[in-house]
């Protein structure tokens, strides 16, 4: 009996301990450490283009990953692909429409290990003000205070109402797209 008692604190210490919450590493996105793209055809063309401006917070541990969230701001204004003419509509009200819907979000419920250092982002993604769930494939390297993301999310732009009107069909402009990322958070 006496030996039950010496035992319990220890046990009792170790359980607080074992059953400790699990803290990720808090890391800061913002523009220019990569590149957070798009791409698409249009007229049996391939174009890409990018988001000049973004910003979000990433709490990610690769050992606790299931822990993990995220929230991504893109600002929609900031789209820009290199041709003026598609440039100058990608704004207005057929596309993005910017004025009702400045930006786009991106919340990571939480992360899934795949193997070695490949997860899946699960979470919403919130465009034009429609929300709908997404699972982001990424890789994940983590150097020191740096951690680099790098994945491609395929979508049908129609499913967020992007492309209204006489680009409703993929006549003109194919309704799937991609969303490709490879950006660098720092913090850590």
């Given at each position: 009996?006496?030996?039950?008692?010496?035992?319990?604190?220890?046990?009792?210490?170790?359980?607080?301990?074992?059953?400790?919450?699990?803290?990720?590493?808090?890391?800061?996105?913002?523009?220019g450490?990569?590149?957070?793209?798009?791409?698409?055809?249009q007229?049996?063309k391939?174009?890409?283009?990018h988001f000049?401006k973004?910003?979000?917070?990433?709490s990610?541990?690769?050992?606790?990953p299931?822990?993990?969230?995220?929230?991504?701001?893109?600002?929609?204004?900031?789209?820009?692909?290199?041709?003026?003419?598609?440039d100058?509509a990608?704004?207005?009200?057929?596309?993005?429409d910017?004025?009702?819907?400045?930006t786009?979000?991106?919340?990571?419920?939480?992360?899934?290990a795949?193997?070695?250092?490949t997860?899946d982002?699960?979470?919403?993604?919130?465009i034009?003000?429609?929300s709908k769930?997404?699972?982001l494939?990424?890789?994940?390297?983590i150097?020191?205070?740096?951690?680099?993301?790098?994945?491609?999310l395929?979508?049908?732009?129609?499913?967020f109402?992007?492309?209204?009107?006489?680009?409703?069909?993929?006549?003109?402009?194919?309704?799937?797209?991609?969303?490709?990322?490879?950006?660098?958070?720092?913090?850590g």
């Amino acid at each position: 009996m006496k030996a039950l008692h010496k035992f319990l604190p220890v046990a009792t210490v170790a359980g607080l301990l074992l059953s400790s919450p699990v803290f990720a590493a808090d890391w800061t996105l913002a523009p220019g450490n990569g590149t957070l793209g798009f791409s698409g055809t249009q007229t049996g063309k391939a174009f890409e283009g990018h988001f000049e401006k973004y910003d979000g917070t990433i709490s990610f541990d690769p050992a606790h990953p299931e822990v993990g969230h995220a929230k991504i701001t893109i600002d929609m204004t900031s789209a820009t692909t290199g041709d003026a003419q598609r440039d100058g509509a990608l704004p207005g009200h057929d596309w993005f429409d910017v004025k009702t819907f400045p930006t786009a979000v991106f919340e990571v419920k939480d992360f899934k290990a795949k193997g070695g250092n490949t997860f899946d982002a699960e979470g919403t993604l919130t465009i034009k003000g429609i929300s709908k769930p997404v699972t982001l494939p990424l890789s994940i390297e983590i150097d020191g205070a740096a951690l680099h993301a790098k994945g491609h999310l395929p979508l049908i732009r129609s499913t967020f109402n992007v492309g209204v009107g006489p680009w409703a069909t993929g006549q003109w402009v194919a309704l799937e797209v991609g969303v490709d990322v490879d950006v660098t958070a720092h913090g850590g």
